[in-house]
C-alpha cells in the first residue's frame, strides 16, 4: 500500500500530519470499484456536516458530540478509504471533525463532558467521560494507523483513554459508558461494546506502542474483562470481540471462536446479509415491530469483523456478505439500517442516524474485503 501524507493545519492548535487518500472532487478520480466510493464518501461528509452543525450536537468550545452513530463511525469509514485509495485531500467535514476531536484533547482538562450528571442523571458525566476517551483515541489512532506512527495528540488521547480504564472491581478493564437505554450503541449492553472499541484502539496502534509496560498491563486487564464477560454477551458484542481480538491474541478461546462462527452462519439470511434486529433481543419503546431484514449495519460488522479476525476473504460468508453490501448500495451511496428503539419518520434526520453507522462501517468492509 502506498501511503503520502498530507499537511493539515488544525484550526487555532498546530500541525498534524496525516496519511490521506479519497476524497475526490468528482467521479472520475475514483478508482474503478464494484461499488461507488465517490457517493458513499459524499453522503458521509454530507451526514457529517448535518451532525456537526445540529444544534443538539453542540458542545463547549465550539465543538460537537462524537456520537456512536455518526461521528465515530464517519471517521473510520473515512479513515479507511483514506487508507486504501490514491491520494487526495482530507475533505473539509473531516478537517473540522477532526479539529473538533484534536481541540477536546488538547483542552482535556477544561472541556465538560458531552452530558452532565447535574442535567441528566447519576454518572452521566463519568460516563461521558469514559466514552469520549476511547471514541476520541480510536479516531485518532485510525487516522495514524497507516503511517505506522503516532502522534503527539494521538499519543494524548491514548493516555486520557488508559487514565480512565478501570483498573478495579467487576468492571476492571473496561470504561464507563454512555447510557441512555438506546440500543445498541448506548444501553446496558453498551458497556461491553465500549470495552471492545477501546480494544480495536488499542489494535489500532503501532506494537511499539502496544509492547510499552503500562500499556501492556492495561490490555492485560482488558482481555480479561472481555473474555469472562464474552458469554453473557448478544451476538453483535460477540462479533466486535472478534473485530477486537485480531490483534489482542488470546481474547477468545478455541471454542469460543468456533461457536460464534456458527452462530454467525446461522443468523446469516436467504439474501446473504445480516440484519441488526436479529443480533440482539431488542424490542422498540413505541411497540412497534422490529425491521429484520438484512441492513448495512450489521452485515459490514459480521463480514468485516470475521475478515479481520484472520477469516479468509474466499469463506463464503464473507463472499455473500460482501455481494450483499455491494448490491443494496443507494444510489446517493448509503445503505440502509433502522433503529431498534423506535419507528422514526424516515424523512426525519435523527432517522437516518442507524443509516450513518451502517454507511461508514459497508465502507469499512468493503474497502478491506476483495472480491472473490
Known sequence: MRIRCLRLIVPALFAVTLAHAEGAKDAKDITPTDWNRFTAAQYLDAREQWWMDWPKAQRDHGTACVS??????????????????????????????LGFVVKRVTLWQEVKPFYLTEERGPRKSEESRGSEAVLNALILTRYDEPTGQLRQI???????????????GDEAGSWEWINFKGAPWESDESHYWGATLGAVTYSSAPASYRNQPDVKANIALLREYLAKEYDKQPLMNRVSALWASAKIPGLLTTRQREALMKDIASHQQADGGWGTATLGSWKRKD?????????????????????EAGVPAGNKLIQAGRKWLVANQAADGHWNATSVNKQREATADPAKFMS???????????TAIPAR
Open 68 to 97: 456512536c452513530h455518526t461521528a465515530l463511525p464517519y471517521a473510520i469509514g473515512r479513515a479507511a478509504l483514506h487508507a486504501s485509495s490514491e491520494p487526495a485531500p482530507l475533505s473539509p467535514q473531516e478537517q473540522k471533525m
Open 154 to 168: 494521538t499519543k494524548d488521547a491514548l493516555k486520557n483513554m488508559s487514565a480512565l480504564q478501570i483498573k478495579t
Open 356 to 366: 450513518d453507522a451502517a454507511t461508514a462501517y459497508a465502507t469499512l468492509a468493503l
Open 287 to 307: 411497540g412497534t415491530e422490529l425491521d429484520m431484514a438484512s441492513d448495512g449495519y450489521a452485515t459490514a460488522l459480521v463480514v468485516y469483523s470475521m475478515y
